[in-house]
Nanobody, 127 residues
């Protein structure tokens, strides 16, 4: 069965860094969009970042305005793995982060849905 493994997360300090990863198994996800949503306590799930296939071996990255310039997403297509480096952490980044995979990542700016979801990993940032 398809499963998204989300090692990473943990406790970070404001201004510090953490790294998340998501590895898909059960099938190949070449040309699929992969990325993250997050959900903070008492808030709705929101889009964070994604990598979306742009043809050939090219992927482009998209970021929510709240993380632009701080988070960097990258893709290892051969391993069906996506990484997200989170720098300059803020307490507002505290949330459960969910890996997401879908054939169409263009919808993620507006829709909180994906074909496959990870179980989530907790990120907590202290001030």
């Amino acid at each position: 069965q398809v499963q998204l493994h989300e090692p990473g997360g943990g406790l970070g300090q404001a201004g510090g860094s953490l790294r998340l990863s998501c590895a898909a198994s059960g099938r190949t996800f070449n040309h699929y969009a992969m990325g993250w949503f997050r959900q903070a306590p008492g808030k709705e799930r929101e889009f964070v970042a994604s990598t979306t296939w742009a043809g050939g071996r090219t992927y482009y990255a998209l970021y929510a305005d709240s993380v632009k310039g701080r988070f960097t997403i990258s893709r290892d297509t051969a391993k069906d793995t996506v990484l997200m480096q989170m720098n300059s952490l803020k307490p507002e980044d505290t949330a459960v982060y969910y890996c997401a995979v879908d054939q169409d990542g263009s919808k993620w700016r507006a829709l909180k849905e994906a074909e496959y979801w990870g179980q989530g990993t907790q990120v907590t940032v202290s001030s």
